[in-house]
């Protein structure tokens, strides 16, 4: 139910963001910055998840 709630506020925010509904418009009239936001996108996602699992790694050695 929170992640319902949560992705039901991401969309209703994203909607108020961009009125225009131009990010559908980026892939066939300006597809390098298109691409560069997938790759910071993708970059960020990573950094997290590395992120995450050396926050664990380092729980886990504590506990040991």
């Given at each position: ?17 961009v ?46």
């Open positions: 139910m929170t992640g319902t709630y949560f992705g039901l506020l991401g969309a209703f925010v994203g909607v108020l963001a009125p225009s509904r131009r990010i559908p418009q980026l892939a066939p009239h300006n597809l390098p910055l298109l691409l560069l936001l997938i790759v910071i996108l993708l970059g960020t996602a990573a950094l997290t998840i590395i992120g995450i699992a050396q926050l664990r790694k380092t729980q886990s050695v504590r506990t040991i």
